[in-house]
């Protein structure tokens, strides 16, 4: 399930008509998520001994680091509901297109300007930055998948409501 404020959404299906006309549509990765999901995100970022997921998700980045480097916070826009993680995929055949790095791996591969990725992953990654910029979101520079709502509704709220 997917929560988005009524702004994003909108503007969402401004992007997916836009992108549907090119023969691709978007992937949600994250939407809303509560500030209880985002501090247990963040309890576990704290516990440096938890390195189970490092090699596949922060293979370079010190786990002790992940705060201080802009990876991981203890407030999140994902609470504001007006934040999303997504990719592009073709709709024909519902693959993803390759953006150089997967979904949250946290490192400057994952940087929206990096240099040291294929002329093909680049021009994805300008791909669904241009789309969403043109229809009112702001991207998240270390993260080629993260984009808020420039005028989000909910620009200073954590919320904490629980989704079953």
Known sequence: MLILSEKA????????????KK?????????Y???RSVNH???????????LMKQQYYPNVA??????????AHKSGHTRGSTLDITLIDLKTGIELDM????????PESWVDFDG?????????KKIQKIMLKNGFKNYPKEW?????KNEPFPDTYFDFAIK
């Open 117 to 125: 990725i294929t002329a093909k992953q680049k021009r994805n990654r």
């Open 100 to 107: 150089g790095t997967p979904y949250d791996y946290f490192g």
């Open 145 to 149: 998948w993260h984009f808020t709502l």
């Open 63 to 72: 786990k002790k680091n992940l705060f201080n480097q802009g990876y991981i």
């Open 33 to 35: 998520r509560p500030q």
């Open 41 to 51: 995100f963040a309890a576990w970022a704290l516990d440096v001994n938890d390195t």
């Open 9 to 20: 959404t909108i503007a969402v299906k401004k992007v997916q008509k836009a992108l549907n």
């Open 23 to 31: 023969g691709l549509g978007l992937k949600f990765y994250d939407g």
